[in-house]
């Protein structure tokens, strides 16, 4: 046991104590330490169980994710359903509190990602390998493809006439606003993520609590009361992949570039501004 937790600690993202999940409370004696850059590639992880355990964590959180999320989609679309009433407020918060509450599960054990985009943003910023990368956004996409494959599964019918929860740019919106949407949309979440588990703000900042998985979830929240209108708001490749890949149809792969594209786009900006204006931003600590 006491192997396994050094090697915790010491391979992957995750690079404080289990008890100690990054963006909570990084650092015991509230001094900034840099994390050193995570390295291109990191061999030692293909054979570490805290490898392959943090990319089960991934799938089995987007899994949930798409499960609760598609079912809210379809329960508003549903004239005669009880959940008709929730309206577009109800289903950003659904998107909002099943993030909140899946990265808070998972953000001491893979990190919490639960989005390519996220996972690429970060691998930018050179938080996690390569390889680690690559095997987050494989499971977050295949969690996303099995989680809307059970929601087909128990109802069939409504989903297929409800059309699965798969993102398309909406009637009187062009492919280019829906692009724009999906851009800012994910830059406003991947940026949130950069801030709440910045290392040095948690030390500069000593006197503010932060957890992480509250601004994340509310930055999900509010990006899908704005952009549910003009994309039904993807800002998560896996959620647009999982959805397609099960509902199947035309209208659901005619505009899902955009739901790739988009984001990829949005979590590069926001790493590059993360690194060069925020991180630039001098330290002074708290005990100085």
């Known amino acids: 046991m006491a192997e396994n937790k050094e090697e915790d600690v010491n391979l992957g993202a995750n690079k404080y104590r289990e008890t100690q999940p990054l963006g909570t409370a990084a650092q015991t004696d509230k001094d900034y330490k840099e994390p050193p850059p995570a390295p291109l590639f990191e061999p030692g992880e293909l054979s570490s169980w805290s490898f392959y355990r943090a990319g089960i964590a991934e799938f089995m959180a987007t899994f949930l994710f798409l ?3 598609i079912l809210t989609v379809m329960g508003l679309k549903r004239s005669d359903s009880l959940c008709s009433s929730v309206g577009v407020q109800g289903v950003a918060w659904a998107f909002g509190g099943m993030i909140f509450a899946l990265v808070y599960c998972t953000a001491g054990i893979s990190g919490g990602h639960i989005n390519p985009a996220v996972t690429f943003g970060l691998f930018l910023a ?4 390569l390889t680690r990368a690559v095997f987050y956004i494989v499971m977050q996409c295949l969690g996303a493809i099995c989680g809307a494959g059970v929601v087909k599964g128990f109802m069939v019918g409504p ?3 409800l059309g699965g929860g798969a993102n398309v740019v909406n009637p009187g919106y062009t492919k280019g606003d829906g692009l724009g949407a999906e851009i800012i949309g994910t830059f406003v979440l991947v940026y949130t993520v950069f801030s709440a588990t910045d290392a040095k703000r948690s030390a500069r900042d000593s006197h503010v609590p932060i957890l992480a998985p509250l601004p994340i979830g509310f930055a999900v929240f509010l990006v899908h009361l704005a952009t549910i209108p003009i994309t039904g708001t ?4 896996a ?3 999982g ?3 099960i509902f199947n ?3 659901a792969w005619d505009d899902h570039w955009i739901f790739w594209v988009g984001p990829f786009i949005g979590a590069a900006l926001a790493a590059v501004y993360h690194q060069i204006i925020i991180r630039a931003i001098p330290f002074k600590s708290s005990r100085s």
């Open 67 to 69: 499960y609760i999320t």
């Open 234 to 237: 993807g800002i998560n490749p």
């Open 159 to 161: 989903y297929e006439r």
């Open 126 to 129: 050179r938080k996690l390998s």
């Open 249 to 251: 149809k035309d209208q």
């Open 243 to 245: 959805a397609a890949i």
């Open 239 to 241: 959620r647009s992949l």
